[in-house]
């Protein structure tokens, strides 16, 4: 029998579960023996240590809690009341450089109607921030939308009534509104237009319902409109 037939009989005795040192034993070659070591030894330490060798990345433990919490976050104008059948979406600018819910709160409240009672705070419903007084792009709901009361903001009673105010931090004659601002508010009129069913020909700026420059010449209106009707259903969209 042949050298070559002898090495290819005791190969066979090998079985794929043997160690290491029972494969060099056998006569397997050495490229088998590195692979074998590899799976058994080298591949389960990687695994268990993989958050300390890669710590720029995320485990997925946490990367798991993460998506779990996505997916179960609260919509934006989810109340814990029925919600009034608004009809229409307001949009305005705060005309100042810098400010929050609270320090709007703090101004309006101080306020009186036309019949002389004061107000009972914040005009607005949402509140989106630029980084100044909010974080930008911050998004934030008032007293107005969590008891579903009509807003203070239009100065024309019907879209006080029916309208949804939304402010933008910022003076919009002067600089645009940021990025974050617009993606923050985009996502915000979807979810209020689907939900009510208002067509992008209700989403006004204030300067439609009263003789002010709000919500400034830099605002895109017409740029969110469009936005919005390519973004709604059918069913929805004018």
Not at 82 to 88: D, G, H, L, V
Not at 208 to 217: N, Q
Request: with cysteine.
């Amino acid at each position: 029998m042949s050298k070559d037939v002898v090495r290819q009989s005791e190969a066979a005795v090998c079985r794929s579960g043997d160690t290491p040192r029972q494969r060099i034993r056998c006569g397997a070659s050495t490229t088998d023996v590195l692979l074998s070591l590899f799976c058994l030894v080298i591949f389960p330490l990687l695994t268990f240590f993989e958050d300390e060798l890669r710590p720029w990345m995320i485990s997925r433990k946490t990367a798991a809690g993460l998506f779990d919490r996505q997916s179960s976050s609260p919509s934006l104008i989810r109340t814990d009341i029925p919600q009034a059948p608004w009809k229409f979406v307001v949009l305005h600018h705060s005309g100042t450089e810098s400010g929050s819910v609270q320090t709007i709160h703090a101004q309006h409240i101080r306020r009186r109607d036309s019949a002389g009672n004061p107000w009972k705070g914040i005009g607005y419903h949402f509140v989106i921030g630029n980084g100044s007084g909010m974080r930008d792009g911050a998004l934030e709901a008032t007293f107005r939308w969590k008891q579903q009361l009509q807003g203070a903001h239009a100065g024309n009673a019907l879209y006080n009534a029916r309208g949804i105010g939304i402010c933008l931090i910022g003076n919009f004659e002067k600089t645009a509104p940021t990025t974050a601002q617009l993606a923050t508010l985009q996502n915000l009129l979807i979810q209020l237009c689907s939900r009510f069913h208002v067509n992008s020909d209700d989403i006004v700026g204030h300067s439609a319902v009263r003789r002010t420059a709000c919500p400034g010449r830099l605002f895109p209106l017409q740029q969110l409109r469009r936005f919005v009707s390519s973004s709604l259903p059918a069913s929805t969209a004018p």
